[in-house]
């Protein structure tokens, strides 16, 4: 289906950049700047932030558009965001460095370090509680970060102890907070001191990042110099200002703010092994795998979990993540020497799922229009498309489908590329592929319908539509639809 248009609050953007000079000479310096400013339109986004390291090196930091848009301030390179669960990469590599001390071992069980815990809890590995497969109970209600308990910390903790587990550990992934509070109470208690000023002593002075240092750990509830606003989509798109507050107790899982310069400072330093060395910072990468010797993650993109770090595993250019709020991401490329930060500061925004489009900027191969992302399947339909013309889909699918498994929401979300560049003829020949292959899914007929009143072609639109509801008579945006082109129709 069509995605509404975005309202174009974004007029008042202003581009406030400061471009490296050390740019790769292939990449014209406002071919970037030009995708993230139509990103940041089409996704309603008033501000982000960029950093590139390319071998160890910053070769692009810039800022875009509002850090505020009630008093208008711009986004500089010095303006620290928010980075939401970022932070538990930082926990991550802070258990590295313990080990790196030999005070504990990923694999140490929980009971190892603590005391007075549920029985059903005394097994659990730190790296399950880092890679969220402990199937320990939540803290939090599901609304934002609300506690249970009516959102008092140590009720809600005393209530969390009594709770059952959610799953057989190591069974499954499933995103959990509960597991972080348990690592800071181990950080705090191996080296003798809080975490947050672990972290400050034993990471963030030890680089060049005294901006995100100076934020500390409090959020948005403390006042922090130039910290960008988040802001939320509301029910009609339109942006309100968010304010969250974390209890301390979550600051091994959320609360530090970040530039994205010093992001990448710190990207370098890991890479440059400053903080671990090759063989701990494999470690802290290497994602967890479940009992049935598979990894899980957030999506089919991050489909792996690791130390605090998301995974993204795939045969080229593999990378290791980190995100937060679903308004942040850092993302590093090992195997390409590559990594990219863009922070934003709207919830919602998931940089992470175009991060991979500016890499495509150095790596061709990368890039949506070359089919990247797609799977093999796909991708060898694609490569014939664009080769034979679009016009040729249904036999070039027909010749392989006995091989491959094509995926309806995948071919749909194929066309919708074609789409969102206004090229209609090549996402109906998409459309007219997923009907064909997938005659009983009303979605792809809806889509192709939708397509097609779109280039004005009534008479195929309302067929299409009729699909939709001999499939589902009910469907509510399609009788809509079919009622006002008839009425086009007869309108002459």
């Known amino acids: 289906m069509f995605r509404k248009s975005i309202r174009h609050h974004l007029q008042i953007l202003s581009l406030s950049t400061l471009l490296l000079t050390i740019a790769l000479p292939q990449i014209k310096a406002d071919e970037i700047d030009e995708f993230l400013l139509e990103k940041m339109r089409r996704a309603n986004i008033p501000g982000l932030q960029l950093a590139i390291v390319k071998d160890n090196k910053l070769i692009k930091k810039a800022s875009y558009g509002l850090s505020n848009l009630q008093d208008q301030v711009t986004v500089k390179n010095h303006t620290p965001f928010p980075i939401f669960s970022m932070t538990k990469a930082f926990t991550g590599v802070a258990i590295m460095q313990l080990v790196a001390e030999n005070k504990l071992s990923v694999n140490d069980p929980v009971s190892k370090h603590l005391d007075n815990l549920p029985k059903a809890w005394q097994p659990l590995t730190i790296r399950q509680l880092l890679s969220h497969t402990s199937g320990l109970p939540k803290i939090l209600n599901g609304h934002w970060v609300d506690l249970i308990a009516n959102g008092q910390p140590d009720q809600a903790w005393q209530e969390v102890l009594t709770l059952p587990m959610r799953y057989k550990s190591n069974t499954k992934f499933e995103y959990n907070q509960t597991g972080y509070i348990l690592l800071g109470k181990i950080i705090d208690k191996l080296s003798g001191q809080p975490f947050t000023d672990y972290i400050q002593q034993n990471q963030l002075a030890k680089l060049d990042m005294p901006i995100t240092s100076a934020a500390g750990f409090g959020h948005t509830e403390n006042i922090v110099p130039n910290q960008a606003r988040p802001y939320v989509a509301g029910n009609q798109g339109e942006l309100k200002t968010l304010q969250i507050t974390f209890d301390p107790f979550f600051r091994t899982a959320a609360g530090m703010s970040a530039t994205a310069t010093e992001l990448a400072n710190y990207v370098i330093a890991l890479q440059q092994q400053k903080l671990l060395d090759k063989e701990h910072l494999k470690a802290l990468w290497t994602p967890t795998l479940l009992d049935n010797g598979k990894t899980a993650g957030f999506s089919k993109l991050e489909n792996g979990y690791a130390l605090g770090w998301q995974t993204i595993g795939r045969v080229q250019h593999p990378a290791v993540s980190a995100s937060g709020g679903d308004s942040n991401s850092m993302v590093i490329y090992p195997d390409d ?69 094509f995926d309806v929401q995948e071919i749909n979300l194929l066309g919708y590329r074609y789409v969102a560049k206004n090229e209609l003829a090549k996402a109906i020949e998409i459309f007219k592929l997923n009907v064909h292959l997938f005659p009983d899914n009303a979605n792809a007929y809806d889509s192709l319908a939708e397509t097609y009143a779109a280039l004005g072609n009534i008479t195929e639109a309302i067929i299409n539509y009729e699909k939709v509801l001999e499939l589902l008579p009910n469907n509510q945006h399609a009788l809509k639809q079919l009622a006002w082109l008839k009425q086009k129709v007869s309108e002459g």
């Open 337 to 405: 020497n590559l990594a990219i930060i863009v922070l934003t500061n709207k919830l919602g925004s998931l940089p992470i799922f175009f991060i991979d489009e500016i890499a495509g900027f150095y790596y061709p191969e990368m890039k949506a229009e070359n089919g990247w992302g797609l799977s093999k399947g796909l991708f060898t339909l694609f490569q014939g498309m664009k080769k034979q013309g679009f016009n040729q889909a249904i036999v070039l699918a027909d010749k392989i489908k006995a091989s491959v498994q």
